[in-house]
């Protein structure tokens, strides 16, 4: 007998880093994602193996259904032989049979673009376990849990940690203005972690204005015109930079470009969003950014 589990990717539309601290966010599915194929065997070993978005396999690795050991120290088998403890732990019925598994993941998308790599294989390995997602994500590799909560709901919403626990509102966008919106990946992967230390720093010293980015939040998400998304996003960027200590993207890279520019989740990284016509792209295919997602391309 084989599972499927097919998780979406995300991305954080505002609240980058302050989502953290309680803000409330905007996040969507995209049309990528993550499979992870599951079919029993009768080695009593669970046989890993994950392919890219050209069927490529990327990584692979055996282990021992007894006690999830590997032989090596890969750093990747490491993660995961946590992520399956974890699950374990969380349900002491998951992997306890005496049969074996083949797993295989599959992504649609590179894994540089910072869709959520993690968060996908961390939501579908919680189905398949039968455990609460955002345990699994917290007791594995942190965070706020606004991707896994795309991943579950597949729908856009309004994410939030009220008392440290996640709430997450799913919406409708009723945005008539998405041919106007594009997603160009500045062809490097950004830290997370880095990116979050960095706010955690400086947000130690400064007072933040926590309701300023939740209305900021749902302003844009209630959002009816073009010129008014704008304000927003460019509103949001700025205050963002202030307290992060850098520039914003628009400033940094691409001052001259006519749209507005967004950073999304951590800075300097993966996809920035912007506005503008088609034609308007150029401007990045002439600097050599050359992935570009209309809107209505990217999400779900």
């Known amino acids: 007998m084989t599972k499927n589990f097919h998780s979406p990717g995300k991305l954080l539309l505002t609240g980058e ?10 996040a969507i599915p995209t049309s990528y994602g993550q499979t992870l194929k599951v079919s029993r065997t009768n080695k009593n070993i669970i046989e890993w193996k994950s392919l890219d978005e050209n069927g490529t396999v990327w990584y692979q690795e055996t282990f021992s259904t007894k006690d999830l050991d590997y032989k090596g120290n890969n750093p990747i088998s490491e993660t995961l032989q946590n992520i399956l403890r974890k699950a374990k732990d969380l349900n002491p019925e998951f992997l306890s049979t005496k049969h074996g598994y083949n797993v295989e993941t599959a992504l649609d998308f590179p894994r540089s673009w910072g869709l959520g790599t993690s968060s996908t294989l961390i939501h579908s390995i ?3 376990a039968k455990i609460d997602s955002y345990t699994l994500l917290s007791e594995s590799f942190g965070g706020s849990g606004y991707d896994v909560a795309v991943a579950q709901y597949k729908t856009p919403l309004i994410y939030t940690l009220e008392q440290g626990q996640p709430k997450a509102m799913p919406i409708a966008l009723s945005w008539d203005f998405t041919d106007k919106i594009f997603f160009v990946h500045l062809n490097q992967k ?25 209305k900021m939040t749902l302003e844009l998400s209630e959002c009816k015109t073009l010129s008014k998304f704008i304000t927003l996003i460019e509103r949001h960027e700025t205050a963002i930079a202030s307290i992060i200590d850098l520039p914003t993207i628009k400033d940094f890279l691409f001052s001259d470009y006519p749209g507005a520019i967004k950073s999304l989740g951590a800075w300097g990284g993966d996809f920035i969003m912007v506005t503008g016509e088609a034609d308007d792209l150029d401007y990045f295919k002439k600097r050599g950014y050359k992935t570009i997602i209309p809107f209505n391309n990217m999400i779900a």
Not at 17 to 25: E, P, R, T
């Open 126 to 128: 919680a189905q398949w």
């Open 190 to 214: 950004q830290d997370s972690k880095e990116g979050i230390a960095r706010y955690q720093n400086a947000s130690a010293k400064k007072s933040i204005d926590l309701t300023l980015f939740s």
């Open 17 to 26: 880093y302050v989502v953290l601290d309680g803000a409330k966010a905007l």
